[in-house]
Antibody
Framework: QVQLQESGPGLVKPSETLSLTCTVS??????????WSWIRQPAGKGLEWIGR???????NYNPSLKSRVTISVDTSKNQFSLKLSSVTAADTAVYYC???????????WGQGTLVTVSS | QSALTQPASVSGSPGQSITVSCTGT?????????VSWYQQHPGKAPKLMIY???KRPSGVSNRFSGSKSGNTASLTISGLQAEDEADYYC???????????FGGGTKLTVL
């Protein structure tokens, strides 16, 4: 059973950078042929795909966020990370890390972590 | 505004069947057989219910089924149960520089 766990600050100031890490409890993380994605959900609203990364480091981003997003991977730690720069209140949301790149569905999800952007 | 269009709400009585539609374009839903559906209960992470348009992951009830016609995908839930009350989201691969798009979500109420 694959388990994902998000970690990072729950409060970020406007104009600063949001940083989250997802730790994957899957021994095949570095050898598997999977994409790993970040998805967010503002309170009471729908899901928004942020971007994805393969374990080889290939990335793709949502065009609406591309200028502010960086996703990276550390296979030695079974982790992948999200950085979102120049945040505003509109970036306040529950952030989920997931397994999948959009082709075959997102089949495993973390529990989600709420990030609030406020001074 | 979401890229894929879903009805805001649907409802049905226990035992009945309901269908949730998801309308996109030839660049996403119509162009690929890569629609997935998610069930989300309040305060919980979404759960994959259907992938590749009509396939069910292991452990998902066969009361859930998916289909597609043109640019519209559909999720059908038969034999409605109280536990099916949740929000449902569709998602499609969109290729190009967009990659992934979601619907705005549909709230299912079991009467």
């Amino acid at each position: 059973q694959v388990q994902l766990q998000e970690s990072g600050p729950g409060l970020v100031k406007p104009s600063e950078t949001l940083s989250l890490t997802c730790t994957v409890s899957d021994g095949s993380f570095s050898s598997g042929d999977y994409y790993w994605s970040w998805i967010r959900q503002p309170a009471g609203k729908g899901l928004e795909w942020i971007g994805r990364i393969s374990t080889s480091g290939s990335t793709n981003y949502n065009p609406s966020l591309k200028s502010r997003v960086t996703i990276s991977v550390d296979t030695s730690k079974n982790q992948f990370s999200l950085k979102l720069s120049s945040v505003t209140a509109a970036d306040t949301a529950v952030y989920y890390c997931t397994r999948g790149g959009g082709y075959y569905g997102f089949d495993y999800w973390g529990q989600g972590t709420l990030v609030t952007v406020s001074s | 505004q979401s890229a894929l269009t879903q009805p805001a709400s649907v409802s049905g009585s226990p035992g009945q069947s309901i269908t949730v539609s998801c309308t996109g374009t030839s660049s996403d839903v119509g162009g690929y057989n890569l629609v997935s559906w998610y069930q989300q209960h309040p305060g919980k992470a979404p759960k994959l219910m259907i992938y590749e348009g009509s396939k069910r992951p292991s452990g998902v009830s066969n009361r859930f089924s998916g289909s597609k016609s043109g640019n519209t995908a559909s999720l059908t839930i038969s034999g409605l149960q109280a536990e099916d009350e949740a929000d449902y989201y569709c998602c499609s691969y969109a290729g190009g520089s967009t990659f992934v798009v979601f619907g705005g979500g549909t709230k299912l109420t079991v009467l």
